[in-house]
């Protein structure tokens, strides 16, 4: 494989931003330091843009094998390509839904087939599956469904709860949304058939209940227990108590949407967990800031502008937003809202840390060459007609944001290039995405960052 220098960019970590040069060989860092004379095949000048380290998502939903007309991995791993994203981690709500060891075995071989970026795969919990959970190996963790959302995973029972805390080794996710609670607001605000109902059925309080469950469950059973898509300012507090087995995470659209957004946007900002109130959204940016949300994941979770179009309730939950992740974060370093240090470590350090992953996350000489080149000056809008996500819309459609990805590689291999909007983007058409490696051995997210 060839050589490439990235030459008089900007290089970014969680520490630091600095001046170098990075010399890429056979799909790994090799060195990142001052101007190098080495020869290289091929040189890619950097000068005036930021160079990162591919975006890790770890909260996706790609919706193959069995829901295509949503998203696919071409379209989905297309829109990761443009929007920085160089490895994700899925979840397994697909149909097949990935409940078993084959199940996750076959959704690894479909990827291989397809993806232009890394891939992982969740294996998801059942009230019958605890002998798979126990045998599975390549996936980062286990996903529960402890409040049920789009199809059909719930995993409600405390027996059944306890055995899998108690019996299984890997790292579990959760969402958490207390299912008794949705059903009693469901049932009391039936008669409404407005969409802003959803934040009152789906509401704050069962958001903590659920959340307070779970993190009591990891605790008894010392598992190591990471919090998807913490929507309330509340549920900080109970993450924050507790020790270094919990990690959580907050997603675009709970930072950036509220229910002030129903009149305009409608069912486009209907997802699970609801979207809360500006307070929270202001909380869930300044957990962020302080250290108590790790880190961002985006719950890219495409459904088809016909199938949002249903009337409430038939509407589905979840919104598209992968290939907008990494541009509405650096919009926030250009409005001085954090630094790009702070997204560096926050989109993947922390990723990389909470899941083991082996060789993501930081640019340093043995890491594998996943590069994001971004350009903090560029202002692009958003539009639905651009959108690689096979439902082709945003709900960020109109919005635009400063701070754009121009380049993206993976493994030491380009798969996506617009230096200017002006100019349709460049993709890669090999599946150059690899499979991503867990060393559960790894010192993992506490262990690398409780210290700074
Ligand atoms: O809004 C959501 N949509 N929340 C989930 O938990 C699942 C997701 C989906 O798969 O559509
Ligand atoms: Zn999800």
């Known amino acids: 494989m060839s050589r490439i220098l990235i030459r008089g960019g900007q290089v970014v970590s969680g520490r630091e931003v600095r001046h170098a040069d990075v010399l890429i060989a056979d799909g790994k860092i090799v060195d990142i330091g001052p101007p190098s004379t080495v020869a290289v095949d091929e040189v890619v000048d950097a000068t005036g843009l930021h160079v990162l380290p591919g975006i ?130 469901a049932a009391r605000l039936a ?102 949300l790790h880190l961002v994941a985006t719950d890219h979770a495409p459904h088809t502008l016909e199938e949002k179009g249903q009337p409430y309730p038939a509407s589905p939950s979840g919104l598209p937003s992968i290939e907008n992740s990494l541009a509405l974060m650096l919009n926030q370093v250009a409005l001085g809202r954090c630094r790009l240090e702070q997204v560096v470590r926050w989109m993947c350090e922390a990723p990389a840390a909470v899941w083991n992953m082996c060789d993501k996350g930081y640019l340093q000489p043995g890491a594998d060459a996943d590069v994001v080149l971004v350009d903090l000056q560029t202002q692009r809008t958003i539009r639905n007609q651009e959108q690689q996500t096979k439902c082709g819309w945003s709900p960020w459609d109109g919005v635009t944001l400063q701070g754009w990805p121009v380049m993206t590689m993976v493994g030491g291999r380009w798969v996506f290039r617009q230096l200017d909007a002006a100019t349709p983007p460049w993709f890669a058409t090999e599946p150059v995405g690899q499979e991503i490696q867990f060393d559960p051995s790894a010192p993992g997210y506490w262990a690398k960052f409780s210290q700074s």
């Open 191 to 292: 008669q409404r058939t407005d969409v802003a109902v959803h934040s009152e059925i789906r509401d704050h309080e069962a958001a903590i209940v659920s959340t307070r469950r779970a993190i009591d469950l990891a605790k008894r059973h010392r598992h190591r227990f990471h919090v998807l898509h913490v929507s309330t300012a509340a549920e900080i507090a109970e993450i924050r108590q507790h020790d270094q087995l919990i990690t959580a995470e907050v997603c675009p659209h709970h930072l950036f949407f509220t229910v002030d957004d129903y009149p305009r946007l409608g069912s486009l900002v209907q997802m699970n967990p609801s979207v809360k109130t500006s307070a929270d959204a202001a909380g869930l940016w300044q957990g962020l800031l302080d250290g108590d």
């Open 56 to 185: 890790v998502d770890p909260h996706v939903h790609f919706r193959q094998p069995g829901l295509e007309h949503k998203d696919d991995f071409a379209h989905a791993t297309r829109a990761c390509a443009k929007g920085g994203v160089t490895s994700f981690l899925e979840m397994p709500n697909t149909k097949p839904a990935t409940i078993s060891v084959e199940a996750l075995h076959q959704k690894l071989d479909i990827a291989s087939r397809h993806c232009l970026v890394n891939y992982g795969f969740y294996i998801g919990a059942t009230l019958h599956n605890l002998d798979q959970l126990k045998l599975a190996r390549r996936t980062p963790g286990i996903k529960v469904f402890i409040g049920s959302s789009t199809g059909d995973m719930l995993v409600d029972r405390q027996e059944t709860l306890e055995a899998i805390f108690a019996e299984t080794t890997l790292p579990i996710a959760a969402h958490c949304e207390d299912e008794t609670l949705v059903r009693a607001n």
